[in-house]
C-alpha cells in the first residue's frame, strides 16, 4: 500500500497524558499536513510542512501541540497534557510540491480522552 | 473571516437517480476546489478537483460546477449507487478550509 499511512488508528488515553501520533506520507510529496476532525463536522486545519520545514500552524494548535518532520519524510503530532476537547480524529494528509494538487489522506488517529 | 459551507446537511435519494450537492465559498480569491468523499471510518477521499479558470470539469460519474459569480460549487452524481452513501465535503485549498460536509444516502 503506497497511501498515507497513520499510527496507532486509535488511542485511548486518560486526561492529562501525553500521546504522539506518526503519519507516513505517499514518498515523492513534499506536503504534509495535519487536521483534527469532531464528529459531524469537517478536517480543521492544524498545520503543514514541506519538506522538514512547517509553514504553518492554525490558531487551533495550542502550545500543548506539536508537530515535526525532522527529516522531511515521516511526521509526528504530540500533544500534551490531554483534556477532553482533545478528543477527535487526527487526519494527516499529503500532496506534491507542485502547483495545486489534491492532498492524499490517511484514515486517521482517532483519540479519545478518558 | 472566509468560509466554505455547505446547504444541506443531508441528502437521500434513490439508487439510479441522480444526487447534487452543493457548496458556497465566500473566498472570491479561491484558486482551487476540491471535493472528497469519507466513508465512516476513513480519511477523505479525492473525488475530483476544479480550478477557478473552469466552471466545469467531468469525471467518471461525477461533474463539478464552478460559478464564480455567486460563488457556488456544485457536486453531481450520475446514477447514484448504494457505494456513494458517504459524507461529502467541499475543500477551498488556498486556506485548507472544509465545509461541514452533506451525508448522502442512498437507498436501494
Known amino acids: 500500500d503506497t497511501g498515507v499511512s497513520q499510527d496507532p488508528r486509535h488511542k485511548i488515553t486518560k486526561r492529562g497524558q501525553n500521546v504522539t501520533f506518526r503519519c507516513d506520507p505517499i514518498s515523492e510529496h513534499n506536503r504534509l499536513y495535519w487536521y483534527r476532525q469532531t464528529l459531524g463536522q469537517g478536517p480543521e486545519f492544524l498545520t503543514y510542512f514541506q519538506n522538514e520545514a512547517q509553514l504553518e500552524k492554525s490558531r487551533l494548535l495550542s502550545d500543548r501541540f506539536s508537530a515535526e518532520r525532522p527529516k522531511g519524510s515521516f511526521s509526528t503530532l504530540e500533544i500534551q497534557r490531554t483534556e477532553q476537547g482533545d478528543s477527535a480524529m487526527y487526519l494527516c494528509?499529503?500532496?506534491?510540491?507542485?502547483?495545486?494538487?489534491?492532498?492524499?489522506f490517511g484514515d486517521g488517529t482517532r483519540l479519545s480522552i478518558l | 473571516g472566509e468560509s466554505v459551507g455547505l446547504h444541506l446537511p443531508t441528502l437521500s435519494v434513490q439508487e439510479g437517480d441522480n444526487s447534487i450537492i452543493n457548496c458556497a465559498y465566500s473566498?472570491?480569491?479561491?484558486?482551487?476546489f476540491i471535493w472528497y468523499k469519507q466513508e465512516s471510518g476513513k480519511g477523505p477521499q479525492f473525488i475530483i478537483d476544479i480550478r477557478s479558470n473552469m466552471d466545469k470539469r467531468q469525471g467518471q460519474r461525477v461533474t463539478v460546477l464552478l460559478n464564480k459569480t455567486v460563488k457556488h460549487l456544485s457536486l453531481q452524481i450520475a446514477a447514484t449507487q448504494p457505494g456513494d452513501s458517504a459524507v461529502y465535503f467541499c475543500a477551498e485549498t488556498d486556506d485548507m478550509r472544509f465545509g461541514a460536509g452533506t451525508r448522502l444516502t442512498v437507498k436501494p
Open positions: 494528509a499529503s500532496s506534491p510540491q507542485q502547483g495545486n494538487q489534491p492532498q492524499h
Open positions: 473566498n472570491s480569491a479561491s484558486d482551487y
